[in-house]
């Protein structure tokens, strides 16, 4: 078993949706929970990070941790075409560094 | 340059040949690390270098993968005796030195990548 399950989908939405994506994962050590988004033939690129529980919001995104069920969640409102992208949990310990561990990536499609 | 750059973008090799992948990671960022990325996975962890030593290679898959930084800037990935199983994107990210017990994620910028295929 994978340390973090992800469906790679790929999941296809009208333009304007609520999307929501989501990872679980194994390993209670994670504290750091981080979604990356990875348009074709690019590299990955942060999107936005919570420490431990909780939720967090940047602009029509939010992240939400759930410690007690190995659990997080991104939300997207008012989905836009440009957000047509591979999403990728991450996750890693806390410490010196921060040896991340991915996802598989979540392909996501907006229709306009 | 701005962001952090790989070269070659794409290397086409043949099953048993040597490869050399490059990454020049942002400048001032003493943390580097390299992913390997399949077709329809997420990146996996090869190694992580803190200034000019690899202080983590446990996901060097092989003794045929070696990579070295040997100014703390530059870093490249070697592989030998390539396989048809090494074809991936190969990724670099770089970033600030890591903390420690702090709530605070050093973000890790990444290439665009190599894309190695061997025939």
């Known amino acids: 078993q994978k340390e973090v399950e992800q469906d790679p989908g790929p999941l296809s939405v009208p333009e304007g949706a609520i999307v929501s994506l989501n990872c679980t994962y194994s390993n209670s050590a994670f504290q750091y929970f981080m979604w990356y988004r990875q348009y074709s033939r690019k590299g990955p690129e942060l999107l936005m990070y919570t420490y431990s529980s909780g939720n967090k919001e940047d602009g029509r995104f939010t992240a939400q941790v759930d410690k007690s069920s190995k659990y997080i969640s991104l939300f997207i409102r008012d989905s836009q075409p440009s957000d047509s992208a591979t999403y990728l949990c991450?996750?890693?310990?806390?410490?010196?560094?921060?040896?991340?561990?991915f996802g598989t990536g979540t392909k996501l499609q907006v229709i306009p | 340059g701005a962001g952090v750059s790989q070269t070659p973008s794409n290397k086409v090799t043949e099953k048993g040949k040597y490869v050399e992948l490059r990454c020049d990671p942002i400048s001032g960022h003493t943390a580097l690390y390299w992913y390997r990325q399949s077709l329809g996975q997420g990146p996996e962890f090869l190694i992580y270098f803190q200034g000019t030593g690899a202080a983590d290679d446990s996901g060097l898959p092989n003794d045929r993968f070696f990579a070295v930084r040997p100014e703390g800037s530059v870093s490249t990935l070697k592989i030998q005796r390539t396989e048809r199983g090494d074809s991936a994107v190969y990724l670099c990210?770089?970033?600030?030195?890591?903390?420690?017990?702090?709530?605070?994620?050093?973000?890790?910028?990444f290439g665009p990548g190599t894309r190695l295929t061997v025939l």
């Open positions: 990210a770089s970033s600030l030195e890591g903390t420690s017990g702090r709530p605070y994620y050093n973000e890790q910028f």
């Open positions: 991450a996750m890693s310990r806390p410490g010196g560094y921060q040896k991340v561990t």
